[in-house]
């Protein structure tokens, strides 16, 4: 009803559904924790015990939201974050193109092999690289440890491998590198070296080689590459995820809402919506009925028969394959199941640095602009993140 629509965020949404008992069934969140600590998400292991496809998502998926022997919420979409590689570029240019498993110095070196700078705009741009280098970088260098430098206990952002991810970026983020780099270039060279005024529209336009992003974009690009419109057309689109041997997921949750009268099927509803290789296969049919619909997510199950169905409609798909036989796996959406981590990561106060008191996310902004020494204060912000963790958590179990 229009005449009654009343102007709300989501949690004070579900904050005023949970206070008259009518929580939805089920819902969507971007932090489940916050939905558990709240009150509003139904511990849904029993139901999922004796599901046979449940028991098919990799346990590293199943795990991410148990807490105390209790499961809050389950998988409704995974993606990757990495590298596309535009293979045209590097068949015209006679380079082999990256694939699963390159170094990320490698990786470096074959977008320079195939950059051409020029004054017509008709340039190659090799790379983007992506500005959350720096906490993705820890993770790529040591197996211990996952995205923000999260062993799975604890921070550790005074490892010396994010001073290593420092430096790496510092290594790549100058001006000299504008010519291979497109997230290094300023717009006045964007526009002379390839028609476009920002760093992203290089790629769209054909022009670039490698570009970082979340495999959500699959769809749209391997249907742009098919498109004589398109700058992509012809491209060979392929995704080969993270340099080395570890892939980095984000994944999308659905939570079955506290006190539901209807659990079993919430649960129906959420595999459809989700896991559940019926849901998916529909989403398959669709694709097959009309050209314009893509998916741009793999089957959460492992079923070969689902994935199989999938990669028929891309063809191109030859390396992503391999990412998705990946085993070791770290996870970007850390404020989806890691007490506190808006504060570890952004909002926490750090405090005194210079003349001021900060937040955490500035500490992380001046390392990556070379403002402050990292050795002078690693230890504090370890231990400012570590401390916002430990108090979340006991918030939530006491």
Do not use: C
């Not at 098919?226 to 994944?251: C, E, H, S, W």
């Not at 970007?332 to 640095?353: A, C, H, I, M, T």
């Not at 500035?362 to 231990?383: I, S």
């Amino acid at each position: 009803n229009p005449e009654s629509q009343i102007d709300q965020n989501w949690d004070e949404f579900l904050g005023a559904k949970a206070s008259a008992k009518k929580l939805p069934d089920v819902f969507m969140h971007g932090e489940v924790l916050k939905a558990v600590q709240m009150g509003w998400a139904e511990d849904i292991k029993s139901l999922v015990t004796n599901d046979a496809e449940f028991s098919k998502i990799s346990p590293d998926l199943l795990n991410s939201t148990e807490l105390n022997g209790a499961l809050y919420a389950i998988p409704l979409k995974a993606y990757y974050w990495g590298y596309y590689v535009n293979n045209k570029i590097f068949d015209d240019a006679g380079v082999e193109a990256p694939k699963v498993g390159i170094s990320f110095d490698e990786l470096l070196q074959k977008a320079k092999a195939v950059s051409e700078p020029s004054n017509d705009g008709t340039g190659i741009s090799g790379m983007r690289v992506g500005g959350d280098m720096q906490f993705w970088y820890p993770g790529y260098a040591n197996t211990n440890l996952g995205y923000y430098t999260w062993d799975g206990e604890k921070y550790n952002l005074d490892a010396p491998e994010y001073k290593q991810a420092l430096e790496k970026r510092s290594e790549i983020f100058n001006e000299a590198n504008a010519q291979y780099y497109s997230d290094v270039a300023d717009s006045e060279f964007l526009n002379l070296n390839y028609n476009n005024d920002n760093e992203f529209s290089v790629w769209d336009a054909g022009k670039q080689a490698i570009r970082w992003e979340a495999s959500y974009m699959l769809g749209t690009w391997l249907a742009w590459q098919n498109d004589p419109t398109r700058g992509l057309y012809g491209a060979n689109i392929d995704f080969i995820g993270m340099p080395g041997d570890k892939q980095m997921m984000i994944v999308d949750y659905l939570v079955i809402g506290k006190g539901t009268k209807h659990p079993e099927e919430a649960l129906l509803f959420a595999k459809w919506m989700g896991f559940g290789a019926a849901g998916y296969t529909r989403r398959l049919e669709l694709v097959e009925e009309n050209a314009n619909y893509e998916i741009n997510f793999t089957p959460i199950v492992n079923d070969e028969a689902l994935l199989s169905k999938y990669l028929e409609k891309y063809p191109t798909l030859i390396e992503f394959q391999k990412v998705i036989a990946t085993q070791k796996i770290m996870f970007e959406s850390l404020s989806k199941n890691v007490p506190g981590y808006v504060n570890s990561r952004w909002d926490g106060q750090f405090g005194q640095l210079g003349s001021e008191t900060v937040q955490i996310k500035t500490v992380h902004d001046q390392f990556r602009d070379g403002l402050v020494n990292f050795d002078d204060v690693a230890e504090r912000l370890n231990e400012m993140a570590n401390y916002y963790y430990t108090e979340a958590k006991k918030q939530m179990f006491k």
